[in-house]
């Protein structure tokens, strides 16, 4: 599975951003809608950080609680992609942003996917 991550750049604080990851090359048998889907981040120096998840239905989804509040994440399984939207964001929010897919389509907490995209860079000025 393929993960490909778009929409960072530079923001100012105060500001919002939408991240989109659109997933390729399921196994056969299986689809985008076979997957919980999420978002962690990693900012220098620190350890990667869960950011958000969502089960295969776009129904169930929880958040960090860095960020809970302010950021939000969707799917559209027709287009197999996942949205983080990210509100309010402070300069602690810099970051690279990491989709996660796990083949739970019901996800267990912690989130614990198999499938890492590259990264996207976010980054926020005060």
């Known amino acids: 599975v393929q993960l490909v991550e778009s929409g960072g750049g530079l923001v100012q604080a105060g500001g919002s951003l939408r991240l989109s990851c659109t997933a390729s090359?399921?196994?056969?048998?299986?689809?985008?809608?076979?997957?919980?889907m999420g978002w962690f981040r990693q900012a220098p120096g620190k350890e990667r950080e869960f950011a958000a998840a969502v089960i295969w239905s776009g129904t169930r989804s929880s958040t960090g609680d860095s960020v809970k509040g302010r950021f939000s994440i969707s799917r559209d399984n027709a287009k197999g992609t996942v949205f983080l939207q990210m509100n309010n964001l402070k300069p602690e929010d810099t970051a690279v942003y990491y989709c996660?897919?796990?083949?739970?389509?019901?996800?267990?907490?912690?989130?614990?996917?198999?499938?890492w995209g590259q990264g996207t860079q976010v980054t926020v000025s005060s």
């Open positions: 090359g399921f196994p056969r048998g299986f689809s985008f809608s076979s997957y919980s």
């Open positions: 996660a897919g796990d083949r739970n389509p019901y996800y267990e907490k912690p989130f614990s996917p198999t499938y």
